[in-house]
């Protein structure tokens, strides 16, 4: 099973800022196969980025994906106030699927 | 507009078994595989189990295997997850989720529509 790893647990950021978060991989995801969700508290998780780097549909392009083999990243160019929110990184190259265990964007 | 409400959770002691429910609107769910995803208290996002649009695939995370059955019914537009067994590491909010492949028999194995999850409480 790959592990995935996400780095800061949490990031506490002003709006406006630039947001980095990072996933790391045990072992190598195939195909750029790695997806970002966001989830609000109290609902379920929105599809940001799938392929590591596409946006989904209706997703602002202040949300960029990018990586390769085990180590991945989502950046939030400005932040904006419904952005702080947890966010998961999910591999879907190998089975079982897995998620990392979120990062924590809040406010400073 | 896509939906999908699960319904079924509940508080159950310890070996008991629950199935949960999914009914899905606002596309052809004939067509998409489905999946339930759990989340632990306070944890991250755990993938249960998913099944083929005709039901002829199933697949399961081992830590469910032969105690939780993932099963549909196309005409009524619904997904189910039959849980036996269930033990405190169970206890989670039970996501029902599209896979984001929308066009027959093909599998993306990503979920682009999320339902807004139900609640199941194992503790005696």
């Known amino acids: 099973e790959i592990v995935l790893t996400q780095s800061p647990g949490t990031l506490s950021l002003s709006p406006g800022e630039r947001a980095t978060l990072s996933c790391g991989a045990s072992?190598?995801?195939?195909?750029?196969?790695l997806a970002w969700y966001q989830q609000k508290p109290g609902q379920a998780p929105r599809l940001l980025i799938y392929?590591?780097?596409s946006r989904a549909t209706d997703i602002p392009d202040r949300f960029s994906g990018s990586g390769s083999g085990t180590e991945f990243s989502l950046t939030i160019s400005r932040l904006e106030a419904e952005d702080f929110a947890v966010y998961f990184c999910?591999?879907?190259?190998?089975?079982?699927?897995?998620f990392g265990q979120g990062t924590k964007v809040e406010i400073k | 507009e896509v939906q999908l409400v699960e319904s079924g959770g509940g508080l159950v002691q310890p070996g008991d078994f629950l199935r949960l429910s999914c009914a899905a609107s606002?596309?052809?769910?004939?067509?998409?595989?489905m999946t339930w995803v759990r989340q632990a208290p306070g944890k991250g996002l755990e993938w249960v189990a998913n099944?083929?649009?005709?039901?002829?695939?199933?697949y399961y995370v081992d830590s469910v295997k032969g105690r939780f059955t993932i099963s549909r019914d196309n005409a009524k537009k619904s997904l189910y997850l039959q849980m036996t067994s269930l033990g405190a590491d169970d206890t989670a909010v039970y996501y029902c989720?599209?896979?984001?492949?929308?066009?027959?028999?093909?599998?993306?194995?990503?979920?682009?529509?999320w339902g807004q999850g139900t609640q199941v409480t194992v503790s005696s």
């Open positions: 989720a599209r896979d984001a492949c929308g066009t027959g028999d093909c599998r993306y194995n990503f979920f682009d529509h």
């Open positions: 606002g596309f052809t769910f004939s067509i998409h595989w």
């Open positions: 099944i083929k649009h005709d039901g002829s695939e199933k």
């Open positions: 072992q190598t995801v195939n195909n750029y196969y």
């Open positions: 392929g590591a780097s």
């Open positions: 999910q591999q879907y190259g190998s089975s079982p699927w897995t």
